[in-house]
């Protein structure tokens, strides 16, 4: 139990330096609990280190949304994600490895594929059951602690269709972040902001209106500016420009109003992603800013 947990807490501290995105490569050799271990499966979709009992973490690869939906075929009615089995049997070694952690009620680390390379983690993840003649797992999210993304929860009295609906928004949120900081170096987009963990991934389109989670529908804003732009404060022009909202132009407050809105009007975004084909979609965005014009 002891290197599980030790390996939370490096991947806690991790994330708090502003670290989202892990390789195979920045996860191997880390000295944990006195002991020298690897986090992430190298060929194999399960990962469980030789002088463990039980699987320490298993991986699912990025797949290209509309192509092949991540995620759909995969939660059920109960709102939880069916991971399937290695191969089709029952007592292979991965599968033991899994039902280990299952029996034992052991916390496991998710890696979930990222747009653009490597993985996202989320941890800690419980598998509740198994569904034998499916060949899967079942596995419960609901105890991952996740102050920085949308996370919406998940009431049992819900209605099986929307709960399943959350659960896929739940999967699809840390990858979405990883990718979205990745793309805009960990810096806000309208002022550059470099501190990770007062970064949001924003929509452009908003989840709950059929955003979907790729880095062309997001952007990297600081706290303030996510709140602002969500409330239609502040918007961005398909041409990448900030606008304030004219009575908030007018407002005479402290520096913050000043320096931290204001100043911003008419500016461009400060920093967008490198590679052309990961800037934000300008359809998106000027459906979006219609909607803060409204608003203004
Ligand atoms: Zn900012």
């Known amino acids: 139990m002891a290197v599980r947990h030790a390996a939370f807490a490096w991947l806690d501290t991790q994330r708090a330096g502003g670290k989202e995105t892990f390789s195979q490569e920045d996860t191997s050799g880390l ?8 986090l992430m499966p190298t060929q194999q979709g399960i990962w469980k280190p030789a002088h463990l009992q039980a699987a320490l973490s298993f991986r699912t690869v990025y797949r290209r949304e509309g192509l092949d939906r991540p995620y759909d075929d995969a939660v059920g009615a109960d709102g939880f994600y069916r991971y399937k089995m290695r191969g089709h049997d029952l007592g292979h070694f991965e599968n033991r490895a899994l039902r280990e952690a299952m ?39 609901d105890a991952v602690p996740q102050p920085d993304i949308t996370w919406p929860s998940i009431d049992l009295e819900l209605d099986p269709s929307y709960r399943q609906q959350l659960t896929k928004r739940r999967l699809h949120q840390r990858p979405f972040r990883a990718a979205v900081l990745r793309a805009y170096r960990t810096s806000c987009a309208v002022c550059s902001f470099r501190h990770g963990d007062l970064l949001d991934a924003a929509h452009i389109q908003e989840d709950g209106a059929g955003g979907r989670p790729v ?31 004219a009575d908030v132009l007018r407002e005479v407050d402290g520096p913050m109003l000043r320096h931290g809105i204001q100043e911003f009007h008419a500016q461009r975004l400060m920093v967008l992603p490198e590679r052309r084909a990961e800037r934000p979609d300008r359809a998106l965005l000027e459906q979006r800013f219609q909607a803060f014009l409204e608003a203004g």
């Open 31 to 38: 000295q944990l609990a006195g002991e020298t271990i690897r």
């Open 103 to 141: 029996i034992e009620r052991l916390p496991l680390i998710w890696w979930l594929g990222v747009q653009g390379g490597g993985y996202s983690a989320l941890y800690p993840i419980y598998l509740v059951d198994e569904e034998r003649s499916d060949l899967q797992f079942v596995v419960d999210i």
């Open 215 to 245: 880095v062309t529908n997001g952007l990297t804003l600081c706290k303030m500016h996510h709140a602002a732009y969500d409330r239609r404060i502040l918007g961005i022009t398909p041409d990448y420009e900030v606008r304030i909202n």
